[in-house]
Nanobody, 119 residues
Framework: QVQLVESGGGLVQPGSSLRLSCVASGFSFSLFDMAWFRQAPGKERELVAR????????NYADSVKGRFTISRDNAKNTAYLQMNSLKPEDTAVYSC????????????WGQGTQVTVSS
């Protein structure tokens, strides 16, 4: 059974840091690109960051560049999102995504974790 389980969300003040974790099971984690998406109330879901399976290279949304860092530990089947200098506009539900494109597209989602940045 495929599972992506996020954790690490919470309520923090502006300028604070959080680290989100996404633990994967039921599939070959090391073969999948991993990503974090977020969705704020009334807004569309947006890609925050992605890290490739091939060489671990990462890309980020412009709004989080220099503040967020995505990483992965294939030995632990876990992806991370380190979020620093959090802003109120970072408030959203953050979801983990696993994707692999071969003969067909394989894509899995976690249930999401709430991040609220407020004073």
């Amino acid at each position: 059974q495929v599972q992506l389980v996020e954790s690490g969300g919470g309520l923090v003040q502006p300028g604070s840091s959080l680290r989100l974790s996404c633990v994967a099971s039921g599939f070959s984690f090391s073969l999948f690109d991993m990503a974090w998406f977020r969705q704020a109330p009334g807004k569309e879901r947006e890609l925050v960051a992605r890290i490739t399976a091939y060489d671990g290279s990462a890309n980020y949304a412009d709004s989080v560049k220099g503040r967020f860092t995505i990483s992965r530990d294939n030995a632990k089947n876990t992806a991370y999102l380190q979020m620093n200098s959090l802003k109120p506009e970072d408030t959203a539900v953050y979801s983990c995504n696993a994707r692999r494109v071969s003969v067909q597209v394989y894509q899995y989602w976690g249930q999401g974790t709430q991040v609220t940045v407020s004073s």
